[in-house]
């Protein structure tokens, strides 16, 4: 366990399930907002049915992240929610005015049960787990402009924000205040799937053995710059085939009861990587990526 994530389980036991929805008694609740088509709708000011938006502003206070921002440069920070999908629920946080160009955080999450294939995880069969599942997630700067020593990846139009380690912290926090057996993500790209795996593993074996060989292949050879507009442009190529490599988002868990940490540590799943690792091997094609790069006037590193 990292010092990060001792820290903050030590900080959510002094929490108090009522600080969650601090706040919710000055949302206006009418008849029309609790009952939708003759249902009872969940009530609109709460993210995921447990946190409020001042209750979301005291845990980006009591875990101190709105001091780590401030030190960014990025204050008088605000949080909104849409909740108007009772499936799909939006959170927003803010520097200054709450405006597009102004967003540090949006996430986009629900709650969901996962099924488990038999056939890719047949350790899983008949297993049905209650997940927090991120639909999107974007973090950036909107104060910063992008630097040579860090220019942009595909997707990014902000530089990122530099605490993706501390919102995971935050979202595990969050599954853990809603009795979740874990957190489900699916990267659009390939650099973010990338970051998610220091924490997250492909439910489907093969998808994280093809992770694990591109970072073993190409890492030591290039800048991680150059393998993601690589992967983004179709420039890969599996040199046991001499097929292209198309990267396709898949899903990633991070397993947080029992029986999902117990199977995706287990001998059975990492024999099953191991074996799907020799099926793969990995080169950049230079000529094809040299010619999408210049053609998107993007510099090679």
Known sequence: MSGLRREYKKISKKIHFAEMQDGSYEEEITLESLISFGRIQSNSCFFLEVFSKQGLMNLLNKFHLLEVLNKKGLDNI??????????????????????????????????????????????????????????????????????????????????????GRNFLELMIIMANFLSLDGITNKPHFFHTAFMFTKEFIFVNPEKQAIIEMICKDLLPKYPFYNISWAANFNCIVNTKTNEPFTWEPDVLILPLKKKLVKYFHSREYKKTVHLKRNNYSFAIDFDKFKNAMKEHDLKIL
């Not at 909104?80 to 200054?96: A, N, P």
């Not at 069969?125 to 992008?146: A, D, G, M, R, Y």
């Open 78 to 163: 605000s949080t909104e929610l849409d909740t108007s999908d009772s499936r799909i629920h939006r959170m927003y946080i803010y520097t200054g005015e709450q405006k597009p160009a102004n967003i540090i955080c949006e996430l986009v999450a629900r709650k969901s049960p996962q099924n488990f294939s038999e056939e890719i995880n047949p350790g899983l069969h008949n297993c049905t787990s209650n997940i927090l599942q991120i639909e999107w997630l974007l973090l950036q700067n909107p104060k910063k402009v992008f630097a040579q020593d860090r220019p942009r990846l595909p997707g990014q139009s902000r530089p990122g924000l530099g605490l």
